[in-house]
């Protein structure tokens, strides 16, 4: 079994910041990509960000250059910086990581989500 157990969501005002942790516990071999999904009322689930094991990033084009993700692998932890946060921003925030168990099995798993609400 392998849990993700997200932290840092909240309400914060239109151009305030907040920061996002997710970790991972559990039969854990190796951690390949984790990433940050959101889902907004009556949207689908989108990709906001995600980084690899070797820290090579990617965002979605509607945060790059207010959203940082970065990922401390002793600790098997990604943090994800918001900046400049806009009401559009308001979703709640996933957490997301391809984990390879001691059995080698691969397994996609997501957190529980946290709820980021941002204020105009």
């Known amino acids: 079994q392998v849990r993700l157990v997200e932290s840092g969501g909240g309400l914060v005002q239109a151009g305030g910041s907040l920061r996002l942790s997710c970790t991972a516990s559990?039969?854990?071999?190796?951690?390949?990509?984790m990433g940050w999904y959101r889902q907004a009322p009556e949207k689908q689930r989108e990709l906001v960000a995600s980084?690899?094991?070797?820290?090579?990033?990617t965002y979605a084009d509607s945060v790059k250059g207010r959203f940082t993700l970065s990922r401390d692998n002793a600790e098997n932890t990604v943090y994800l910086q918001m900046n400049s946060l806009k009401p559009e921003d308001t979703a709640v925030y996933y957490c997301?990581?391809?984990?390879?168990?001691?059995?080698?099995?691969?397994?996609?798993?997501w957190g529980q989500g946290t709820q980021v609400t941002v204020s105009s």
């Open positions: 980084i690899s094991s070797g820290g090579t990033t």
């Open positions: 997301n990581a391809d984990v390879i168990q001691p059995n080698w099995r691969r397994s996609d798993c």
């Open positions: 559990g039969s854990i071999r190796r951690l390949n990509v």
